[in-house]
């Protein structure tokens, strides 16, 4: 076909229809589990690991998202590349680590500079200001680091209510000894309605509902396509009678514990 | 104290309590401990070592911007991997939204008339859940992996081929021109009157 002609021959955007396809119920619906259920594989019980392969070997999404995490999972020298290709990625990743003492967070492709033209008479006086700003937020933000040291981060949940932001979660918190079927949390005095929402770790929303008092009961076919051994967050907000938020969770972490 | 020695989830116990420096010393390596595997997974997928290293580079600034969000209800190793896993995707599919496919001129559709059910009354719902369907049943599991990876992960057909260690001559366009025949002679027409419209959302 010439490409002259693209414009006049059916469009066939397969790609589109079938990430539509796969997204409208990724982890849920159709009881695939989440890709990272298969880098757990190895710790859950024998008989959650046999329904695990058995669904991967009918369903090709989740065949190709094993294979992908087999690769993972493997020593680096299974996934067959060279040596010294992994050197070389190793070496960039070293000359530009996130990390330094400032804990500040460096940006890794810093572009090169370019020949600039020397800077019109209006552009000095731009710069001028440019400076004096800098120089004022930079005194700042020296005497926001002389202060004694930034709190560290909170720990984590590990069970019981969570008293995070402004509406208190009490369950499912942490470890669990069984999927949960509801989603409870305590009353907020002026809420009409509450929003929930459920996410797998890497923040992809696998639920999102609204109900007026707490319990929110998990649709079956959501509750279904949660798995044991892998970690999903919830959050709840409040909504006041014209939909405003009044209070939200903080994000709670739970986990069913592998059958035994 | 030999950092190490610690486990993963050690490392980040200490991160979350330590000074900037005890701290930063820990995610070195912590870090450091990944880079290896993250490099090759990322050679495995994109195929090259330039490419391999920008994205390597994105996951790593990604986790150092969100690790405050991890809180090690799962394996540090499981969240680093649905990290590197979206980022690696979302740039694989954008990519192939960038370019044309070279498929896509080469699989033309075929002018057959869709099975039956197959119409444009029938909810789009069902269609994409009739698609799924097609993909398990009506192709063969190695087709439906490699359409899957292309079309839904955006793995380039040169990374599927070694992914899946395809030793035929045309590796993994053989099977995405194959697979593609099938579901467009069920659905093609259906796709493209609903293509011409509306995409899917």
């Not at chain 1, 002259?4 to 990430?19: F, K, S, T």
């Not at chain 1, 409208?24 to 594989?41: R, V, Y």
């Not at chain 1, 710069?127 to 930079?138: M, P, S, T």
């Not at chain 2, 580079?57 to 209800?73: A, K, W």
């Amino acid at each position: 076909m010439n490409p002259n002609d693209r414009e006049n021959a059916p469009n066939l955007p397969l790609d589109e229809w079938l990430r539509a396809a796969y997204a409208a119920d990724e982890g849920t619906a159709a009881g695939c589990p989440p890709p990272e259920a298969f880098l757990e594989a190895e710790a859950l019980a024998p008989e959650e690991r046999r329904r695990l392969d058995e669904h991967a070997e009918r369903c090709p999404a989740c065949a190709a998202e094993r294979d992908l995490a087999r690769l993972f999972a493997g020593a680096p020298g299974a996934a067959e590349v060279s040596g010294e290709d992994v050197d070389f990625v190793v070496g960039r990743l070293e000359a530009a680590s996130p990390i330094r003492s400032s804990g500040q967070v460096v940006p890794f492709r810093v572009p090169a500079p370019a020949a600039k033209p020397e800077p019109r008479r209006s552009d000095r006086q731009i710069w001028k200001i440019a400076a004096a700003l800098i120089l004022v937020l930079g005194g700042g933000l020296l005497f926001r680091l002389a202060q004694p040291g930034a709190p560290p981060l909170p720990p984590p949940a590990v069970g019981g209510p969570v008293r995070g932001g402004e509406i208190e979660a009490v369950s499912p918190v942490g470890d669990v000894g069984e999927v949960p079927l509801e989603l409870r949390w305590t009353p907020r005095e002026g809420a009409r309605l509450y929003r929930v929402r459920l996410s797998a770790v890497d923040d992809t929303v696998l639920w999102e509902g609204t109900v007026p008092a707490p319990p929110a009961r998990l649709p079956d076919e959501v509750a279904r396509g949660l798995h044991r051994a892998v970690s999903y967050l919830w959050t709840v907000e409040a909504l006041d009678a014209s939909g405003a938020r009044i209070a939200i969770s903080e994000p709670v972490r739970f986990r069913a514990r592998p059958a035994p | 104290m030999d950092l190490d020695r610690l486990s993963d989830e050690e490392l980040i116990e200490r991160v979350r309590h330590a000074a900037d420096a005890a701290a930063d010393a820990c995610l070195a390596v912590l870090y450091r401990r990944y880079y290896p595997k993250v490099a090759a997974w990322c050679l495995r997928i994109s195929g090259d070592r330039q490419g391999a290293a920008d994205l390597a580079q994105e996951v790593f600034l990604r986790v150092h911007e969100r690790l405050g969000s991890f809180r090690s209800e799962s394996r540090f190793s499981t969240w680093l991997y649905t990290v590197t896993r979206s980022i690696v995707i979302n740039r694989g599919v954008a990519a192939r939204r960038r370019q044309m496919d070279p498929l896509d001129e080469e699989g033309a559709p075929e002018p057959v008339e869709p099975a039956p059910g197959a119409d444009e009354v029938v909810a789009r719902d069902q269609i994409l859940s009739e698609l799924r369907q097609a993909m398990e049943r009506d192709l063969e599991p190695l087709e439906a992996r490699v359409l899957y990876l292309h079309y839904v992960d955006g793995l380039e057909l040169a990374a599927i081929t070694d992914l899946l260690k395809l030793e035929n001559k045309s590796g993994a366009k053989a099977y995405i021109v194959g697979g593609r025949r099938k579901l467009e002679r069920r659905f093609g027409r259906w796709l493209a009157r609903q293509s011409a419209g509306r995409t899917p959302s």
